[in-house]
Every structure is written in C-alpha cells, then in structure tokens.
C-alpha cells in the first residue's frame, strides 16, 4: 500500500492549506492570548490546537468573509478556556498525596470503645487466661517467649489461649463485658484472633 487509505479530495487538501495558512498568520498571536489566560503554556498550546480542529471543521467561518479570522479564533480560544474552567470548577477539587499533608486520620473513638470493651470482658477471665491472652496478644509474644514469660510449658500456653479464647467469645455473646451490645468490638491488628 504505497497511497493513503482514501483519496485526498480536493477540499481535504485546500482545507489543509486553510488551516496552515490561519496558523502561520495568527498561531503566534493566539498562542500569546491563550497564554496569558491560561498562564501555563502548556494548556495554551492545547487550546490552539483545539481552537485550529474547531477552524479545521467549520473552515466556511473561515472563508465567508464576514467578520474578522483572528477575531473568530480568539472567541473560540476564549469559549474553549471558559468550558475547560467550568469543567474543573464543577469537579470535586484534586487532593495531591504529598508528605507535606498526611492523609486524615479516621476518629478514634470506636478504637477507645473497643479498648474499653476488650478490658471488660478479660476482667470476666480467670487470672491464668487472662495473663495467657495478655501474653500473646498484647504483648505479641510467641508461645515459647509466653511461656518463659509465665513459667508455664508452652503446651500449657496453647491450652490456657484456646480455653481463654472459647471463654471470651462467651462473654462477648452473653454481652457482660461489651460496652456496645450485640456486636463484638472491631480489634486493633493483635487482638482480631481473640474474639474471632
């Protein structure tokens, strides 16, 4: 295939020199108007060029004679910079995600609540479930350091957390140590395998 994938017309081509001949003349100018109310060069230069496709597609404005060209392609940069401030005005405005702002942090009260339910309800447990449970979980020790921790066997360690477990999942379901009935209290990361 050594031509284009459909014949050029003559139109498709004087259109083209149209639209090079309105760029030439007046690019430099609409450039400069786009910029200034822009103030990013970067969107200006979008702007032309969709101000030089709008040309492109209504290139009879172009060649009526009625009007001025340039006046013609400074109102169409104008509208096209206009809608463009509108869309963003109308969007939510962006977060930047820098270290200079931290993301906002959630409330802390349920944390406190559950804190405050979790020590209730270990208070329902026996001394010995109680220290197995502070142990592993609080502490975050293994079993093997809980059980050095202790002076207990670590056999023991595993026996006394699934008892203590069963056992506090009871409380929570009879509701004696919750402080927000009917559902147990969300964990921190190292207390979620206690009730769960």
Do not use: C
């Amino acid at each position: 295939m050594a031509g284009p994938l459909w014949p050029r017309t003559r139109r498709g081509s004087t259109d083209e020199t149209l639209i090079r001949s309105v760029y030439e003349e007046h690019g430099h100018a609409l450039l400069a108007y786009a910029a200034r109310l822009t103030g990013d060069r970067a969107a200006a230069e979008d702007v032309v060029q969709e101000t030089l496709i709008r040309a492109w597609r209504h290139s009879e404005v172009l060649v009526n004679g009625k009007g001025s060209v340039r006046g013609w392609l400074l109102t169409v940069a104008r509208n096209i910079i206009t809608d463009r401030y509108r869309a963003k005005a109308a969007r939510p405005p962006e977060v930047s995600g820098s270290p200079a702002t931290p993301p906002v942090e959630a409330d802390h009260a349920d944390s406190v609540v559950d804190t405050m339910a979790v020590l209730g309800a270990l208070d329902q447990l026996s001394a010995e479930h109680r220290d197995v449970l502070t142990e592993l979980y609080y502490r975050q020790h293994s079993v093997a350091e809980a059980a050095d921790s202790l002076g207990i066997p670590a056999g023991t360690v595993k026996s006394r957390s699934h008892y203590a477990l069963k056992a506090l999942r009871q409380v929570f379901k009879d509701g004696a140590g919750a402080n927000r009935p009917g559902r147990p209290p969300q964990q921190a990361a190292g207390m979620q395998e206690v009730v769960a």
